[in-house]
């Protein structure tokens, strides 16, 4: 069979993801990514430790990048990206800027992180008091709120869920309810926290009901890998992807109101932490 006619293959650009050695959503990665660019994913080694920000400090550790960076060189990505929110943010600002340096040293492209890729959606729209939705613990949590802070944005409100393992089974419904509960009359914006949490269909729908910007972590390491490239996310109506959906209704400004807290009965020790 003679298939000249069709020109080979569409010619890729690809944009190489570093994540947790238990990340379990490369599918909702691709979701965002236009059909010119492919991902090329690697993962950090297992680690047989307990779970807690010390594992999210482990896992980020820079011979950890700089090696899962250099599996990716054979494959030649135009930029790199580290899906992990908390192993980003574990070590503040300072943390991050230096992992992204080395990342960058050892694929010679530019990096970025999913901590960095937040502070970046939140500039963009021009977001200055956000709240919270995370399936970590507490200690893990306020590791998150502490980095949110630490770069001058406010966080209005906070509800957690107090997990540490299957992060990813987690289902919209409960994602949907911890949303509301986070968000009072005083946020600007919403941001889902946890690459391994699923949001890719939750966001426009709580957009359209919370009435402000909702963000996610895969959404936000996407957004920023993708505009390194010169191109957009693609995806259903959003406020981060498409600048159309940030001209609707705005949430009054309530000043005062208490921040929201939702820990389950029964939480374990243990930390989550992807």
């Not at 729908?205 to 996407?222: C, D, F, G, H, K």
């Not at 600048?243 to 609707?248: E, I, L, N």
Request: glycine share 8%.
């Amino acid at each position: 069979m003679d298939v000249s006619f069709l020109g080979g293959p569409r010619p890729q650009r690809g944009v190489g993801v570093v994540a947790p050695f238990d990340f379990a959503l490369d599918r909702e990665l691709w979701r965002w990514v236009p059909d010119d660019i492919s991902l090329h994913l690697t993962r950090t080694p297992y680690v047989p430790v307990e779970v807690s920000l010390d594992l999210a400090r482990l896992v980020s550790e820079h011979e950890t990048l700089h090696e899962a960076v250099r599996t990716l060189n054979a494959v030649a990505p135009e930029t790199v990206a580290y899906a992990c929110t908390s192993g980003s943010f574990v070590g503040g600002i300072a943390g991050e800027r230096a992992m992204c340096a080395a990342m960058t040293r050892a694929g010679a492209v530019p990096s970025l992180t999913t901590s960095g890729a937040l502070l970046d959606a939140l500039t963009e729209l021009d977001v200055r008091r956000v709240a919270l939705v995370t399936p970590y613990t507490v200690s893990v949590t306020r590791s998150l709120e502490e980095y949110v802070a630490e770069a001058g944005v406010s966080v209005t409100g906070c509800a957690y869920m107090g997990l540490t393992r299957h992060i990813w089974k987690v289902p919209y419904r409960q994602v949907s309810e911890m949303a509301h509960k986070a968000v009072g009359a005083d946020a600007q914006a919403l941001f889902i926290s946890c690459t391994n949490l699923p949001t890719y269909d939750v966001i426009p729908q709580l957009e359209a009901e919370l009435r402000i910007p909702v963000i996610s972590a895969n959404q936000v390491t996407m957004w920023a890998a993708l505009r390194r490239l010169g191109t957009r996310a693609v995806g259903p109506y959003q406020a981060l992807i498409d600048p159309a959906a940030r001209s609707g209704p705005v949430r009054p400004e309530i000043p005062g109101l208490p921040e929201v807290r939702e820990l389950p009965d029964g939480e374990q020790q243990q930390e989550g932490w992807t």
